[in-house]
């Protein structure tokens, strides 16, 4: 029986009871928030009250009281949130008389269905489990009595609070430790698609970790819209209890429209980047919570030996170490040296984060907040110190980070760049991506730190990695909606009109060298030529390639690889070719490697298809290079009708999934020195689960599959009809369009879908049973996304025409659906 049933059943028995005016309470649309949960901890209270004072009667406990701790402690009752309930006796009772009154509290809670967190102590017992346990020790920190000898509990919650503050600088390390372990368990709220509410870093467990500190008068927490943050998250998960009718933290994405809803937001988006603003606050507010704690505590430690030293004598002022033009380094932080006038300076914000960045320094708070309220506006456009100020901020790699969140969280970054309220905190549904969009920009900045030395012209390429995001949030493609934006920016940053051209190229073309290289055939002339066309100079190219590289390291492990590495290398060599007039109209076909041409010489000599699974690479990759998804498959054989679906069929019969591949033909010279067609297929492949099989099953099922003895279709929906995929998020219908212009030797068919078992199979049949040749593909899989282009011919060698083209793509997408 759910909770709700419980109280329901409880409703018909006892209508003016506990249960039914729980249930009108909750069902209450004119009461939520923090008034509701007021209301439902007042009216526990009060049956609780009652069934106390009854039980001690009946029982003859005198010294005793119920004390409510934790969140219930807090008067912060979620409408499936536990009772954390502590009975404290003075131990004058018999053992019996205390157990029987304990019994009388918790029964009539569990039988409502209610989850019950329950203890029953002595003040010298709760006192020696806090000293043992920590989480115990934090829930009595916000004890609060609910009936009985309210003496008692008040003299406990004192001790608990002495207590707490005595032994401050063992029990804080060790809760600063706690929540780092369960930060890395949990993730980031704040960026997670589906959070945790309570547990992620940034969450509520955090925000009440910053009571605990206040409580200890070491450190106390920012305040500045942290109670409002605790107020959006409480108010979020009592949303997802009433609509899931289950007591969970976690904000799953089916849940999420009817989370919006509830709390009267637009839709999901809207929820999440709400959660999300929450969550940045608590997440900041710990940080500088933490440092300070660390501070203080060292301080204290050092005074004794210090004074020692000093013969008694009193401390020295801390050292001021000049860092920038009104900025020194104080206490192992960047603040503002005593002749600085904010108000007359307007480049001092700019100068103090970039100095702060640059000697990776954290900035004070305090400083971050007096700069909010006093510092001049910069005017627009920006003199050029700002705009270098600007960059030599977004230069400082890794350190960035942690000064622009500081920045962030006193409005600063909004103020100096107004269109970036426009994507603060909004999430990302693409699950390759790790980060929010605008988080995502500064990470990519920090990549493109460590490519500045590639370039002619860094402060170009860490401006637009800032930008080449800034579209999305506006409506159509955000890299064409990002163009015009980032001119904007970039005029007010103060480039001249050059520089501001050259950022508004990259942003519009920032996703065209890795969708070309790993979607287009790069041995067509047409398709190098159109990327050349679109960047325009060989300057532009190299920044290009720069940003590539540091937007791919920037969205999440399976964005970059060493095989897209090297294929977006092999387009900028190709495009600079032509841009320096050099490329020949007709380029000869990229041979195969040595690897490559042994397998194809063995597949002609022998007839059959050769396979070679490579677990470990060749070569060893360069220092610092991403280290590819998966191992390499290589298979060669004749040109046939059927190899695609085949070969890509028994991989997934053999739980292979494929991260990337490519299909190419090549001509090889014959003992009768006539040319015989072969078929080379690279592949990329991970095991779902398990270990890979051997490549001599791959290639006996190869074989039996090209010759009909094997049938992958059947074969495949056998194992789905006996091992049913568990059902997730709904994802697109798959999308499968014809390129336009794609190449002048083939039409290119691109399709996107979301990844699963035999999805390549499907198409390469689906292309198969159209009659038309395969000449190429370029399959890469992008978390759960597939996005493949295939070049295909009609019978004699030529592309399709427009009809044709289109009917086959229809065709392909019938298939996939």
Known sequence: MTSTEAITESEDSEPSGYAAARLRLLQEKERPGPPRRAALATLTDAWLTALFTDAAADTGVRRAALVAVGGYGRGELSPRSDLDLLLLHDGAAEARAVAALADRIWYPVWDLGLALDHSVRTPGEARKTAGDDLKVQ???????????????????????????????????????????????????????????????????????????VAASWVADAPREGLAEARRVLLDARDALHLTTGRATDRLALQEQDQVAEALGLLDADALLRQVYEAARTVSYATDVTWREVNRVLRARSARPRLRALLGGGRSPAPERTPLADGVVEAEGEAVLARTARPEHDAVLVLRAAAAAAQSELPLSRHVVRHLATAAKPLPVPWPAEAREELVTLLGAGEATVPVWEA??????????????????????????????????????AVRASSLTRRVGRPDLLLVAALLHDIGKGWPGDHSVAGEVIARDMAARIGFDQHDVGVIATLVRHHLLLIETATRRDLDDPATVRAVADAVGTAATLELLHALTEADALATGPAAWSAWRASLVTELVKRVAQVLAGEAPEEPEPAAPNAEQERLAVEALRTGEPVLALHTRPETPYEEGAPEPVGVELLIALRDRPGVLPAAAGVLALHRLTVRAADLRAVELPTELGESADLLLLSWRVAAEYGSLPQAARLRADLVRALDGSLDIRARLA????????????????????????????????????QDAPGLLHRVGHALERSTVRVRSAHVSTLGANAVDAFYVTDGDGEPLSARRAAELAQEVEKALG
Request: aromatic share 4%; charged share 30%.
């Open 138 to 212: 934090l829930g009595l920190l916000d004890a609060r009595p609910v009936a009985g000898d309210l003496g008692l509990a008040a003299s406990l919650r004192t001790a608990i609070l002495a207590d707490w503050r005595n032994h401050a600088t063992e029990r804080l390390p060790a809760l600063h430790e706690l929540c780092r372990e369960r930060a890395e368990r949990r993730g980031e709220l704040q960026f997670l698609l589906e959070p945790d509410l309570k547990e992620a870093r940034g969450g509520l467990r955090d925000a009440t970790a910053l009571r605990a």
């Open 407 to 444: 920045l962030e969280a006193e409005g600063l970054v909004t103020r100096l760049l107004p269109d970036w309220e426009r994507v603060r905190c909004r999430p990302q549904r693409n699950p390759v991506h790790t980060w929010t969009v605008d988080r995502h920009l500064v990470e990519t």
């Open 718 to 753: 056998e194992r789905e009809a006996a091992y049913p995929r568990r059902r997730g998020v709904k994802a697109p219908p798959p999308r499968v369009t014809v390129a336009p212009a794609g190449s002048r030797l083939a039409t290119v068919i691109e399709v996107r879908a």
